[in-house]
Every structure is written in structure tokens, then in C-alpha cells.
């Protein structure tokens, strides 16, 4: 019987992340001051070896050997030819994905919330904040503070926190602690809350409260983490990409088309960036990040300098952005409901190496069932993008006739996501649109500020 799955052996596995800052040029993250942020300023926020990987410009960083043993429980993660889908779509185009759903957490975040928690522990750092928004960073950044002995407290997405009460026991059962956003805890909370009671919440307030509460505690041993957007975040991921190069190597293929959805960029990025490398260096190749219409970030929005959060907490990021203070609808993926894109993506979108799309809800979790019915995982609300973009690219491989390969990153499972599947199956989902009149307005904010460059790094 031939596998479906192309399986690394464990001494093949990476051993070092690969860094696209070595390939781009990129504008810097601004202060309050308009000039560049100095590394040193970013001191209360991160511990230094995560701020030295956020401004290198190495191309290989070594993973370290507790993190590599960290990896060891689920990494590496199966190359997986979906078979069954090809059939169902009667498509000529051979679909692989690389799946991150089988770490303990269930995604690809703990990609880099392990070296994250990793870097904190030989800091000195003994808690470490952030934001959630579906659940599966907390959950992720929760099981990697289990294995390094820090406490954790997260954040969570209003909206997700009522949605998927069973993440929060996930938080608890690694030892997390799981908190309602917007709190009543800190003051990006308190006016929030004052400003709407009913509010879902988004992740620019959840990533505000979280980096009020690591800067307020007065031991000095509480650091912010963040789940996405950032360049080390990007860095870690890599080893989605790095391991499916291998795997592809094994099989003798190599793909045409590369897919991920894009919240803030991470599990796309970690698949998309060692393949961008080979585009840079001039292999063709058509690489799909992809977002929900309910929050068009990357392709309805400007480049523009922006907060990555809604009280300014953050620096200013180069970057695609509907607005620091967008709050989208509340759809069922909410690791996709941010108003940012990671400055590295958004780099490579105007440097026209990828290419962005936008999915509607209904067709994601079209998408998504039909996943379920021939492939068996049920997906994440968010990898049901990427499978909507998956299945358009092979119907249009079948009307052309060509065996083009596609592959995506699986970004997670959805078995806690299943109040979501319910409201599809019966019929209940809306969809939801976004008027131009409110990205406008929210869009109003960028008027006084500076305006990033467009660079050209290839
Ligand atoms: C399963 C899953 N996929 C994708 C995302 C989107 O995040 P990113 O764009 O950083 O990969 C999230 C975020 O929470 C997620 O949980």
C-alpha cells in the first residue's frame, strides 16, 4: 500500500530556523517619536534574546537543543497528499498539506511559543502574559510555560472565550490562567468596556491588556508574548517550511502553488518563507496567503505605519492595517480577526512576490466538510480559508487540464470549534460583509502618521 504521508525521520528534522530578513529589506518598527524603535526600548516587553532575533539579519539561527527535544513530542509534522479530496473534486492537481493540527495543542503555534517560553526561562522571566484570540495561541503558549516550569496568563478574545469554554480548561490543565477580554483587570479593559459593554472584543485589546499587565508587574520577572506578527515569530515558524522542502525532496516534486491563511501571518509565513527564497532566487512558483472578507486586511487596506494593538502599547509596524481600533464581526475564525498583517508579509505583498485572496465564510466551511468528509481531520475555522483557496485552485487546475501541486498548511484541528460546524450544518451561519464606509473610517487614524517606504528588495 503506497502511504498518503511523507514522514521525516526524526535525525532529518531542521535544526536550524531559516530568517527571511536575510532575503528583504524592510522598513523599521517606529517609536512614539516617529524614529526607529532602539532594540534596548524593547527591554520590558521581551526578554533580549528574542529581541536580538527580531532585528537579525542572519539567515540561519540555530534552534536550541531544549527546544529541538520540546519539537521531538509531535515534529516533524507529515507531508499529507489529500487523495480523497482529488477524487471528490475529480481534479488532475495533486494536493498535499503540511499538518500542524497534530501538536499537543492542536495547531501550529507551538512552532513558536516553545523557543518563546524557551528564551523567557534562561532570561531570568518567571510569567508570561498575551492574547488569545480562537484560543489556540493561549493554549499553545500554556502547554509551552508547562515545560519550562513559568506561569502563563492569557487574554482571551471575548467572543472565542464564550464560543470555546473548553479552551479555557486546556489553559488550566497546563497550569495557564484564562481570562475574559476585555477585564475589568487594566485600564485598555475598563474603557473598552466603558466604551461598549456588549463588545466581542478583538485582538488589539487583548494584546494591550496583556503587555499592561507584563510592563505593570513591579518584580520585573512578568515579559509579554506575542502570537503572531512579529519577525521571530516568523523565524520559528519556518520549520513548517523547512520540513516540507525535505519531504517534497523525498518524493522527488516540488510545489506550484503554496496556500496558508494569514491572521497575522505566522502559520503562512512558516510554510510560504523558505519557498519565497527559491521565488527570490528565481524559481516560479504561486504562493496564496489568505484572509476572510469579514476582515480584508491584505487585500482592502493600506500599507501603512500602524499599532499592532489599540492602546499604542505596541511600536508603529510597516504593514498592512484596517485600523488599530477595527473591531470585525465576529466570525467563527477568530484566530483571523486582526486588524494587522505581520510586516514581513505585508512586504512581500508589495513587492508583488505573493499574491493575497479573500474567502467568504460560508465557502470556508464548505471547504471545511468537505475536508471532514474526505479527508477525516476536522479543520480549524481558520484552515478552512486556506482549504476554500485549495479547492478553487484545483477546480481551476481541472479547467485548464494541468497537474499543478498545490499545498497548504493545515493550520489545526477545529475539534473545539465545533459550536461553529453546528451553526453551518443547521443552516445558521451568516456570512458578514464589511463596508467601505467603515474601513474608511477606521482607516482615519493613519492620517497624521508617518508613512512607510516602498522598498524594493529584490
Ligand atoms: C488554527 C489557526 N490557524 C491560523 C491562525 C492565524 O494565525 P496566523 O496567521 O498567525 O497563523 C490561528 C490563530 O489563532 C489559528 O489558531
Redesign the pocket.
Known sequence: MKSKSVILPKDEMPRQWYNILSDIKMNPPLGPDGKPVNPEALTPVFPMPLIEQEVSSERWIDIPEPVLDVYDIWRPSPLTRATGLEKALKTPAKIYIKN??LSPP????PNTAVPQAYYNKISGIEKITTE??????GSALSFACAQFGLSCKVYMVRISFDQKPYRKTMMETWGGQCISSPSPYTKTGKDALAKDPDTPGSLAISISEAIEDAIGDKTGKSRYSL???LNH?MLH?SIIGLEAKKQFEIIGEYPDIVI???????????LAFPFVADKINGKEIEIYPVEPKACPTMTRSPFVYDYGDIAGYTPMLPMYSLGHNFVPAPIH????R?HGM?PTVSQLIKEGLITPKSVNQLDAYKAGVLWARTEGFIP????NSALAAVVEEALKAKEEGREKIIVA?F????LLDLTAYEKYLSGEMAESVVEDDDIIKSCEVFKDYPKPEILKST
Open positions: 500542524e493540527g492542536g495547531s501550529h503555534k488569545t484570540g480562537a484560543g489556540q495561541w502570537g503572531s506578527v515569530v515558524q496558508g491563511c494569514a491572521g497575522g501571518g505566522s502559520n503562512f509565513a512558516g475564525a477568530g484566530g483571523l486582526y505581520a480549524a475555522p481558520e484552515t498548511s493550520s489545526g484541528h477545529g
